[in-house]
């Protein structure tokens, strides 16, 4: 038994009362969605033929007229009684071109025609702690692409020009018409005489074959500011390649690597020494000079410090990358060093240190 057909507005999700507008709407998200070139699902073939029937007949003033009066048999002289089918059907639709951009997302448009940005280039820097502290500038050589000096990037011998294409243009592209089981498609190409490019270079130039573009060696100077760290990124708009048919440069990024110190550690904006010190500095306390990036610095150690102990040299750490006048601190970490080798005068002085002092006792009070 032959299935009876649904009613074609209810096909396309719309009213009776619906407008041209509203039916053109409707088909476009169905036949999308629908589309075997697209859509899998096993019934997706029968559910496009039976969308693009609908919209035949309820696009045509005559036929929606005639179908709203006496349903299907009204619209048996429909698409699908000897018509030529497929999308050179659909009202309204401006062309085939149209249609592909529905579909495709704008592709049958002017696509790929006119300049390209060209690509961003990455730089790794490597640079030392104390350079990162106070900021420098540095020289970099890169290698990247540009306009031919020669043509100015036309790709043409210098006194000529490039022609359009006359097979796509200028356009870069052609429309290839394809018939299949339920109409014709129409699919676009790059233009095989032009290569998409839309213009034909009759008298190449001499020095980039008419590509427009060579590779050159360029030193850019670089300014470091300071605070930089790791993981930072410094752009430099432009610098990097050039793009097709004299389109813009992309940009050139800077990474600085900053390298191990032998005596600091960075911890974001601030920085960390190890002072050594002996028993009797660390129990008597000292006042010396500690080391900074900016210099020595005095550093008061009070009596009795512990191994372990941290204390703080105000405003000598790292400046911030946002704000340089903004300083970090230099925090100092005391290490109390214990002697591998005594000589006889000092190991009497301790086993008597040590005999004055006592067993230190727990924080139970016991010994």
């Not at 009204?74 to 951009?101: C, H």
């Not at 306009?147 to 097979?167: D, H, I, Q, R, V």
């Not at 960390?272 to 010396?288: D, K, R, S």
Request: hydrophobic share 30%; proline share 5%; glycine share 14%.
């Amino acid at each position: 038994m032959a299935t009876a057909k649904r009613d074609y507005y209810e096909v396309l999700g719309v009213v009776r009362t619906c407008t041209d507008d509203d039916l053109k709407k409707a088909f476009r998200k169905l036949a999308f969605q629908y589309h075997p070139d697209r859509n899998k699902e096993a019934d997706a073939e029968a559910k496009f033929k039976e969308i693009n029937e609908a919209y035949s007949v309820l696009s045509d003033a005559n036929k929606r007229a005639a179908y709203d009066r006496f349903g299907h048999a009204g619209a048996a002289g429909g698409p699908f009684s000897g018509g030529t089918g497929g999308f050179e059907d659909f009202a309204g639709f401006g062309g085939l071109g149209e249609i592909f951009e529905t579909f495709f997302g704008g592709m049958g448009g002017q696509g790929g025609q006119g300049p390209r940005r060209g690509s961003d280039l990455n730089y790794k820097l490597n640079i030392t702690l104390e350079e990162a502290s106070t900021g420098i500038e540095k020289e970099v050589n890169v290698q990247r692409i540009e306009a031919c000096e020669t043509c100015k990037g036309t790709g043409a011998k210098e006194g000529t020009t490039p022609t359009k294409c006359s097979e796509c243009g200028g356009q870069g592209k052609v429309y290839q018409v394809q018939r299949s089981v339920f109409g014709r498609f129409t699919n676009v190409v790059t233009c095989p005489r032009c290569r998409g490019e839309g213009q034909i270079i009759n008298d190449p130039c001499p020095t980039c074959k008419g590509s427009g573009r060579n590779r050159a060696s360029r030193t850019i100077k670089v300014k470091i500011p300071p605070g930089i760290d790791n993981g930072n990124q410094i752009r430099i708009s432009g610098a990097g390649n050039m793009g097709d048919r004299n389109g813009g440069a992309g940009d050139l990024y800077i990474t600085p690597v900053v390298a191990a110190h032998k005596i600091f550690r960075r911890d974001g904006d601030n920085v960390v020494y190890e002072l050594p010190l002996n028993f009797a500095q660390a129990a008597l306390g000292v006042e010396l000079d500690v080391p900074t990036l900016y210099g020595p610095s005095k550093l008061k150690v009070p009596a009795g410090t512990q191994s372990g102990k941290v204390l703080r040299v105000k405003g000598k750490g790292m400046p911030q990358v946002n704000r340089p006048s903004v300083f970090g601190d230099e925090w100092v970490e005391v290490k109390v060093v214990t002697p591998e080798k005594l000589n006889k005068k000092q190991k009497q002085l301790l086993e008597e240190l040590g005999k004055s002092l006592g067993t230190p006792t727990d924080s139970t009070g016991e010994e």
